[in-house]
């Protein structure tokens, strides 16, 4: 059965850190690019971030850019996310996708993502 399961969300101070994971069954991780979205109430979803299959490659929001790494553990089939500096803005439901499509800079929130992840909610409050 392929599955995404993201995980690793929680209630986190402005200012503080967390790592969501991203990990896959049913097939093998490093032969897709996976992407990291979002949606916060009242809101479309948003791209976060990606890294392709093919050289690692790393895309990012500007809204995030310096603040969140990417990363993947082919070993472990699991993407990460690494959240710091987080900011009340970033409250939303984060969830992962993967894709086997080309991406670059523009596409990587373009395409179409052929499995998701149920999504794992982070909140930023004080």
């Known amino acids: 059965q392929v599955q995404l399961v993201a995980s690793g969300g929680g209630l986190v101070q402005p200012g503080g850190s967390l790592r969501l994971s991203c990990a896959a069954s049913?097939?093998?991780?490093?032969?897709?690019?996976i992407g990291w979205f979002r949606r916060a109430p009242g809101k479309e979803r948003e791209g976060v971030s990606c890294?392709?299959?093919?050289?690692?490659?790393?895309y990012y929001a500007d809204s995030v850019k310096g603040r969140f790494t990417i990363s993947r553990d082919n070993a472990k089939n699991t993407v990460y996310l690494q959240m710091n500096s987080l900011k009340p803005e970033d409250t939303a439901v984060y969830s992962c996708?993967?894709?086997?499509?080309?991406?670059?800079?523009?596409?990587?929130?373009?395409?179409?993502?052929?499995?998701w992840g149920q999504g794992t909610q982070v909140t930023v409050s004080s």
């Open positions: 890294i392709s299959s093919s050289d690692g490659t790393t």
């Open positions: 049913g097939f093998t991780l490093e032969s897709y690019s």
């Open positions: 996708a993967a894709t086997s499509a080309y991406i670059d800079s523009y596409y990587w929130t373009h395409v179409g993502y052929r499995y």
